[in-house]
């Protein structure tokens, strides 16, 4: 499953559950990602 996220300001993603997420070639700029669950989590060509 893949998903197209656009945020600007940025996007907690904190304490989230993002098992067999797909963040390829995303751009998470200013994203919390603190104790989120990145189990099998793609981040090919992910940007900052």
């Given at each position: 499953?893949?998903?197209?996220v656009?945020q600007?300001?940025?996007?907690?993603?904190?304490?989230a559950n993002l098992?067999?997420?797909?963040?390829?070639?995303?751009e998470?700029?200013?994203?919390?990602?603190r104790?989120?669950?990145l189990?099998?989590t793609c981040?090919?060509?992910?940007?900052?």
């Amino acid at each position: 499953m893949a998903a197209f996220v656009t945020q600007r300001g940025g996007t907690s993603f904190r304490h989230a559950n993002l098992t067999d997420a797909n963040f390829q070639k995303a751009e998470l700029k200013s994203t919390d990602l603190r104790q989120a669950n990145l189990t099998h989590t793609c981040c090919f060509k992910l940007k900052n």
